[in-house]
């Protein structure tokens, strides 16, 4: 079993998935099927037994450790045509998707403003941080992408970000519209007056032209949204960075519904603009509010009208 568990960690990676963490669980669980002598196609005893051996094992990891069998077992399934497929019901993951914080307008450019009036640690802090926000809001990259941009991978003539070698190992082209392609012209201008900073090789920069560190930038957003007072409109405690993401993809949908934009086509553009490895993950980020409700209401309301002068 661990041949063909190996075999297939290298088939999915060649599509781009890393499965560090997920290629380890699933060679334990191939380990214990070859010590305890399984022979034959994978059963769902078998990997219910693996997958619950340990009484120390919460509720949820028993459900991720299943899920990751799960993906071996249909790819053999596939190959093979024997084997079972568990279902994922057979242990509840107890894991629910939580409300994120949707951003309004006014509380972007509260955002960038409170940004742009913090204190000069260093004489380009508070440019820094007005920029990187901005950016985050108006693009809607992972943290990770934004703070890792070098200057070679921001094309200020033509207004085009490079996302290199990130999440799944994919890059891409992400434009920008060109009043955020002016900000970050301005903010690279007085980036270059700084001498600490002129010859770093990041585009955002923080203390003597070092590279930003997630954990700073995370921690200063959070003191702009304590400051301002602000409250999560979600589940979650309060408002996260990462929210930013979610915002812009909501914008992006509503945007696409006051235009009478085919919704069903462009989602597709939007996966690819966010980086995703399919649609269903852009699905994930787009959150019910009010504004999206309501046109999704006017819309289905035509529909039936239209169906009912058809009838």
Not at 122 to 128: C, D, G
Not at 209 to 237: D, E, H
Not at 254 to 283: C, E, F, P
């Amino acid at each position: 079993m661990v041949v063909r568990a190996r075999k297939y960690l290298i088939y999915r990676r060649s599509l781009g998935f890393e499965l560090e963490t997920s290629g380890i669980v699933l060679l334990e669980f191939a380990r214990f099927a070859d010590g305890i002598g399984h022979e034959g196609p994978l059963t769902t005893e078998l990997m219910l037994r693996w997958v619950t051996q340990s009484e120390e094992h919460s509720t949820r990891y028993r459900a991720a450790r299943l899920s990751i069998v799960r993906g071996f077992a249909r790819h053999l399934a596939v190959q093979d045509g024997r084997g079972d497929v568990p279902d994922m019901r057979l242990l509840a993951s107890g894991f629910r998707r939580q409300q994120p914080h949707i951003y309004t307008e006014r509380q972007l450019g509260e955002l960038i403003a409170a940004a742009a009036r913090l204190s000069p640690v260093y004489p380009l802090r508070p440019h820094t941080y007005a920029a990187l926000f901005g950016l985050l809001a108006s693009t809607g990259l992972r943290v990770s992408e934004a703070i890792t941009l070098r200057r070679r991978d921001v094309d200020l003539g033509t207004g085009l970000l490079i996302i290199r070698e990130t999440k799944f190992r994919k890059s891409r082209l992400v434009p920008m519209h060109t009043t955020v392609g002016q900000a970050m012209r301005c903010f690279a201008t007085r980036r270059d007056r700084d001498p600490d900073t002129r010859l770093a090789e990041s585009f955002f920069v923080g203390a003597h032209g070092k590279p930003l560190p997630y954990s700073t930038v995370r921690c200063t957003f959070r003191r702009i949204c304590a400051r301002l007072g602000w409250r999560s409109n979600g589940t979650l405690p309060r408002p996260r960075i990462h929210d930013l993401r979610h915002s812009f993809a909501c914008r992006r949908l509503l945007r696409w519904y006051r235009d009478g934009v085919d919704v069903n086509q462009a989602i597709a553009a939007l996966s690819t603009y966010l980086g995703h490895a399919k649609v269903t993950d852009t699905y994930w980020y787009l959150s019910g509010t009010g504004e999206l409700l309501s046109f999704v209401c006017e819309r289905f309301e035509r529909f039936v009208s239209t169906a009912r002068r058809a009838s």
